[in-house]
């Protein structure tokens, strides 16, 4: 396991030449692409959301494709589209930009929700159909998508049903006084990215998420992730609380943040650690709730208070 550390730590140090200051959003990130699931990276524009995502696509040896939403975009432009061809008298299918190992969807929000719902199938079931065909995506798989705040104009709220196939939401926030210097002195040389090279190669990361599906989730932690989930059904601020599909996105996050640290089992401060990337954006709150400015993760932070953490017997 100490190889395995060294290795991922390698890539977080090869993501970091591009991305100052954010350790615990891009081992968050890998946690996520181990765990086969997908990023949501909500911020104002120019704090390095893309960066990021492409630093991570260059560190892992995975092709890598962006797609840039804008209001005039077709589910078409996203998945692909099925063309006639003159000389062979059939259909040939052009593959579109979510047919690569990692997507950048960027400003995700600013499409309509028409095309936003394209990505519905390929973010669940790793597959798209067109014309009735169903194309499986090739792994690894993984999907960052990048937001604007919902107040900034020309923006389309994602849907709940879209917002839950996400595994994580991360924000960056703004950098530090000295973490923006040291941004400055990087670029005064060139762009970072351009030192970006492969540190492992898609097979690696394939053997890192069948690794991730082996680490222990012993049966008092897996209790104390469905008290977490049923404490926010019943939590009176909350009009839908997470759904079954939020406990196992907890439970394959908690597996993966375990691997990375080097352990074959998961912690319940593991799971306590991850529940508010994982479940705080699939609420819906009371419209009294928002009204006062509550937010996703101050429901969850309520719910800790509510719910015990269970103490592990020593095997």
Sequence with gaps: MQHLVERIEEVIINIEKVVVGKRKEIELSLVALLARGHVLLEDVPGVGKTMMVK?????????????QFTPDLLPSDVTGVSIFNQQTQQFEFRKGPIMAHIVLADEINRTSPKTQSALLESLEEGGVTIDGQTYQLEKPFFVMATQNPVEYSGTFPLPEAQLDRFLLKLKLGYPSDEEEIEILRRMEQGHPLDSVEAIVKTEEVLEWQRGVSQVHVSEPVKQYI??????????????????????????????????????????????????????????????????????????IEDVHQKVDIPVLQRG
Excluded: C, N
Aim: glycine residues 6%; hydrophobic residues 45%; charged residues 25%.
């Design 226 to 299: 469905v008290a977490l989930v049923q404490a926010t059904r019943k939590h009176r601020a909350v009009e839908l609380g997470v759904s079954p599909r939020g406990s196992i996105a907890l439970l394959k996050a908690s597996q993966a943040y375990a691997f990375i640290q080097g352990r074959d089992y998961v912690l319940p401060d593991d799971v306590k650690h991850l529940s508010y990337y994982t479940l705080a954006h699939r609420l819906i709150l009371t419209p009294e709730a928002k009204m006062t400015g509550k937010t996703g993760e101050q429901m």
């Design 55 to 67: 630093a991570v696509a260059r560190s892992v040896g995975a092709d890598f494709k962006r797609i």
